[in-house]
């Protein structure tokens, strides 16, 4: 368990992304506040969606700067998400050397980072998760990973991203995409995901339907999936990083191809409807443009 100060830390820079940034943000900071207020929220609606992405097994807080370079090219460039620095905080008339731009920019990162700490763990976002599940009710929770979790750290490496699967098992968290995963190779990825035609060992429902096989361009995971949450059927359509053979070693993944598949995801949308999905989410990991 963590101490309240750690908590404090690492929540007040949470509030200032999560919507909180002003007076929950800084009284988070300054310790004014406890975990209980901080995890109280007036829940809205039927459905709650909970999304988190690009952990890389890291299971502790660390020092996270935002990148200083975010190249953005044709009509993208100088636009968001590829503002940085200090363009970003004068887009969003962010105060210099506050909290929010200590979370969002790397400008000042050395001095912001003595005064704020690290950021993130994953025990943090369990206690979050478990609270709104708590407030809401599982039955109206969808919990979803972008990608990027079993690929990151020395322990994920060493077994086979089978640390960060347990992880994922107690968050209960209900489906996932990939990326960095597949660096983990097929025979380990089928192994713990399962195919289209079975389940895997872990349980975890893995959606990629821009996943084909090399020799009939046959889908290799389900694309797709219906969930019920808060009286609603939810189709969550999973993309996994279109550009992966050409970002990651070829060798690992010989026998799958991927792309953005758009005409597919369409399909899926337009099946997803038939059967009578009332909210459709695409849970993707093609980045900012490419969605």
């Known amino acids: 368990m963590f101490s309240r100060r750690e908590f404090l830390q690492v929540a007040g820079a949470t509030a200032a992304l999560s919507g909180g940034a002003g007076r929950l943000a800084r009284a988070a900071a300054q310790q004014a506040i406890g975990q ?3 995890l109280r929220f007036t829940a809205k609606g039927q459905l709650t969606l909970l999304h988190m992405a690009d952990c890389h097994a890291q299971l502790k807080p660390l020092y996270y700067r935002d990148p200083s370079l975010n190249l953005g090219v044709g009509d993208a460039k100088g636009k968001i998400p ?5 363009d970003f905080l004068q887009a969003f008339a962010i105060p210099a050397r506050s909290l929010d731009a200590y979370m969002l920019t790397s400008s000042d990162f050395e001095a912001l980072a003595r005064t704020y700490g690290r950021v993130g763990g994953l025990d943090r976002i369990a206690t ?7 407030e809401r009710g599982a039955e109206r929770v969808l919990f979803l990973d972008g990608g990027d979790a079993l690929q990151g750290s020395y322990t994920a490496l060493q077994s086979e991203g089978a640390d960060m699967v347990s992880v994922l098992q107690a968050l209960k968290v209900d489906a996932l995409t990939g990326h960095w995963e597949f660096t983990l190779g097929e025979r380990r990825i089928k192994e713990i995901f399962g195919t289209i035609e079975r389940k ?9 339907g821009n996943i084909r096989d090399t020799d009939m361009a046959e889908p290799v995971f389900r694309g797709w999936r219906m969930f019920e949450r808060g009286g609603l059927k939810v189709a969550v359509i999973g993309q996994a990083f279109p550009y992966t053979r050409i970002a990651n070693p070829r060798w690992m ?9 758009e005409d597919a995801i369409r399909k899926s949308v337009g099946v997803a ?6 909210v459709v989410v695409l849970l993707s990991h093609n980045g900012f443009d490419v969605d």
């Open 36 to 38: 209980e207020d901080l």
């Open 128 to 134: 979050l998760v478990a609270a709104i599940r708590a």
């Open 273 to 278: 409807r038939t059967l009578g999905a009332e």
């Open 200 to 208: 895997g060992s872990s349980g975890l429902n893995l959606l990629a």
């Open 82 to 86: 590829h503002l940085t620095g200090q």
């Open 253 to 261: 993944i010989p026998n799958w191809s991927f792309s953005i598949r």
